[in-house]
């Protein structure tokens, strides 16, 4: 597989605690938002996704959500494993194309 | 990975000199994407189809090609590689149309290096 050497925010988490990684997205009328994670050496993988009529939603030890006001999205993470380690992306779309808007990404760190 | 092989999976080659790289998928997804991976920039979108012969440029298409001659198969090509072309190139597939899923599957990449 591949990886990149992104010089990216990270976030060091003690293994066990509760991570909280932020995006801030850029445009006003995107209507659909999902989270990916990368591990290294491989593709980004789907998490979770959320559309715009909705601030948050859950899944197995994720939760997203939405502040439209600030155009503000953040991913929670319960709990925190060692394979939780990766980047992880948010990307939105705009309401007018099919295309993802790719944010820069955050490297999540476990310490043991 | 969702059924979805890139290759080669590594590549050097010299400036100048054409390059082709091909996703395969096995998921019958009608939509497919190149993206590519760079340090600071996350994934940026180079190319993408829509359906059989159906493409459109995303955002940093400028030197590349791409060609979609059956719904499997997407290649993307470097015409003349310049060393601004270096990078880790991803192919995705979704089966979304608009208002729907947009969840996509990704290959694991393709680390092109041009010397």
């Known amino acids: 597989g591949e990886s990149v050497g992104l010089h990216l925010p990270t976030l060091s988490v003690q293994e066990g605690d509760n991570s909280i990684i932020n995006c801030a997205y850029s445009n006003s009328a995107s209507d659909y938002f999902i989270w990916y994670k990368q591990e290294s050496g491989k593709g980004p993988q789907f998490i979770i996704d959320?559309?715009?009529n909705m601030d948050k939603r859950q899944g197995q030890r994720v939760t997203v959500l939405l502040n439209k006001t600030v155009k503000h999205l953040s991913l929670q993470i319960a709990a925190t494993q060692p394979g939780d380690s990766a980047v992880y992306f948010c990307a939105e779309t705009p309401d007018s194309n099919y295309q993802l808007i790719w944010g820069a990404g955050t490297k999540l760190i476990i310490k043991p | 990975d969702a059924g979805i092989t890139q290759s080669p999976r590594h590549k050097v080659t010299e400036t100048g000199t054409p390059v082709t790289l091909r996703c395969h998928q096995t998921e019958n997804h009608r939509y497919m994407y190149w993206y590519r991976q760079d340090p600071g920039h996350g994934l940026r979108l180079i190319h993408y189809s829509y359906g059989v012969k159906d493409t459109d440029k995303g955002e940093v298409s400028d030197g590349y090609s791409v060609s979609r001659s059956k719904t499997e198969d997407f290649l993307l090509t470097l015409e003349s590689a310049t060393s601004s072309q270096t990078s880790v190139y991803f192919c995705?597939?979704?089966?979304?149309?608009?208002?729907?899923?947009?969840?996509?599957?990704f290959g694991q990449g393709t680390r092109l290096t041009v010397v």
């Open positions: 959320i559309r715009s």
């Open positions: 995705a597939t979704t089966d979304r149309g608009r208002g729907m899923n947009t969840e996509a599957f």
